[in-house]
């Protein structure tokens, strides 16, 4: 609504004068004369399109005359092309309602402060034009992880850091620390954490985080944490299934393993990271998930042989889970016990769910070089081919490996190139294609990292040639 813009503000580098916000907005009202028809009168001036409609301000709201708001008037806004003075502006709704004397169309004067603006309004008051070009606009993205909210500034922002972190920490209440990263993710720590500044609020990242119901805790300054991929995290553990055990290979401190856990998913995860590895063992046990995801803190690429061999070793030696039946399973495994069992209470109410002998899926979320990693899958099942079709029904684990990339251009070629790099890595040639193929690949856009790049999940099924070559 044109009329209803924040005051321009030029105001010095990092100062916010909140009371500069406060405006007020000249529109209309229609008086409803008995507050019994304030509905009726509604639905009539919606139809004709000439109520006030804007985000965050209400319809209905009180006469402006003090004694006749105490007795219960009320007022409808309208829309600001409707002028009390001038009949010329009012619909034949309007007039048909001051002919009768139900409504009567009266000045209203608005009063906005600084709580009524958002973000974005604040930002744009405050920021010099230059600064707003339509590329690039005003800085409005951020990650949160708990109570921290963390900013990656463009360097013409920069002067304006403290006043942005202020304003983001108002209109956020869930936020109390704002800070900068002032250097690349991996440029000074092999474990994806970065250099911070602090803009706003107390100097505290010890954080708790909620995702995929599932409650996580760490220290945000010595781990990696990504609030933006729960719908990455989200739409892979859909494809586990319970009772399958899946290898985290770069597990962080558990978006993918926990949640797995709690749906019944024997999850072998691991994190070199040891603050990763602390915390994930933290949350396991926080998340009450310990029977199905078992946390490690090795180099990846030993890892992946090692937790196969772990897995199989643990199926094995008749290791398992055991759950409480629900409801319709307990009444389900009674109805179909014997006579003989029923009388003698023997019918147990525990599921017991064996660790299978193979992997099912591996996930490998370290998107700047975990392609580099997949050489270590040679021989993975070396010497165990019996455990796979055709002398089985079970087939070769489905590899998802996170990678960067170009953004996906018409022709396909960024996708084609993840796919050659994959059989660079992996030593057989794999296609663009459906993952459930064989020497297929299927590439998914999960999210942009810049302008011209993009964050992917290659998946595809393990190459039998690849699975049972010589270990090296």
């Known amino acids: 609504m044109s009329v209803i813009r924040p005051p321009v503000i030029r105001s010095a580098l990092g100062v916010l004068d909140r009371s500069l916000f406060s405006k007020l907005i000249n529109l209309s009202a229609a008086a409803i004369a008995d507050k019994k028809n304030i509905s009726v009168w509604k639905q009539k001036l919606q139809k004709d399109c000439t109520l006030l409609v804007q985000d965050r301000i209400p319809g209905v709201v009180p006469h402006p005359d003090e004694d006749l708001a105490a007795k219960g008037t009320k007022c409808l806004l309208l829309d600001p092309k409707i002028k009390a003075g001038v009949p010329e502006t009012w619909t034949p709704t309007i007039n048909e309602g001051v002919a009768s004397k139900e409504i009567g169309v009266i000045p209203y004067v608005l009063p906005l402060t600084y709580d009524y603006w958002s973000y974005e309004d604040v930002m744009r008051s405050l920021l010099p034009p230059d600064l707003r070009d339509e590329h690039d ?24 850091k403290k006043l942005i972190a202020k304003v983001l920490l108002d209109k956020n209440p869930s936020v109390k620390t704002v800070i ?16 911070y500044e ?38 892979l553990i859909k494809l586990f299934k319970p009772g399958e055990v899946v290898c985290d290979v770069m597990a962080g401190i558990g978006p993918f393993a926990v949640p797995a856990g709690r749906k019944g998913v024997f999850v072998w995860a691991n994190d070199y990271n040891p603050e990763s590895y602390a915390s994930l063992a933290q949350n396991i046990t926080r998340n009450k998930v310990k029977q199905y995801v078992r946390p490690f803190n090795q180099d990846g690429r030993i890892f992946i042989t090692e937790a196969a061999d772990m897995v199989y070793a643990a199926s094995t030696n008749g290791e ?11 009444r389900s495994r009674h109805a179909n016990s014997s006579v003989i069992e029923k009388s003698a209470h023997t019918v147990p109410d525990l599921l017991r769910t064996p660790i299978p002998p193979t992997i099912s899926h591996f996930v490998m979320n370290l998107p700047a070089s975990a392609i580099t990693f997949l050489p270590h899958f040679r021989g993975l099942y070396v010497g165990r081919e019996q455990l796979f079709a055709p002398h089985t029904s079970t087939k070769l684990p489905m590899v998802h490996v996170h990678c960067f990339g170009p953004k996906a251009s018409d022709d396909g070629k960024s996708l084609v190139d993840i796919c050659e790099r994959i059989s660079v890595e992996i030593g057989v040639g794999m296609k663009l294609g459906d993952a459930e193929n064989t020497h297929e690949v299927s590439v998914l856009e999960v999210r942009d990292v810049a302008p011209n790049k993009r964050m992917f999940c290659a998946s595809f099924r393990l190459p039998a040639e690849v699975a049972f070559a010589a270990r090296s």
């Open 137 to 160: 606009g005003i800085p409005t993205g951020f990650n949160q992880a708990g109570h921290v909210a963390h900013l990656n500034l463009r360097e013409k922002f920069l002067p304006y």
């Open 180 to 195: 900068n990263k002032i250097a690349d993710v991996g440029n000074e720590s092999e474990f994806r954490t970065f250099a």
């Open 198 to 235: 602090v803009l706003a609020g107390p100097d505290d990242l010890e954080v708790e985080a909620r995702e995929n119901d599932c409650s996580f805790k760490f220290n945000y300054a010595k781990v990696y944490w990504n609030g933006k991929l729960e719908g990455e995290h989200s739409r």
């Open 320 to 330: 398992h889970a055991v759950s409480k039946l629900n409801r319709r399973e307990r």
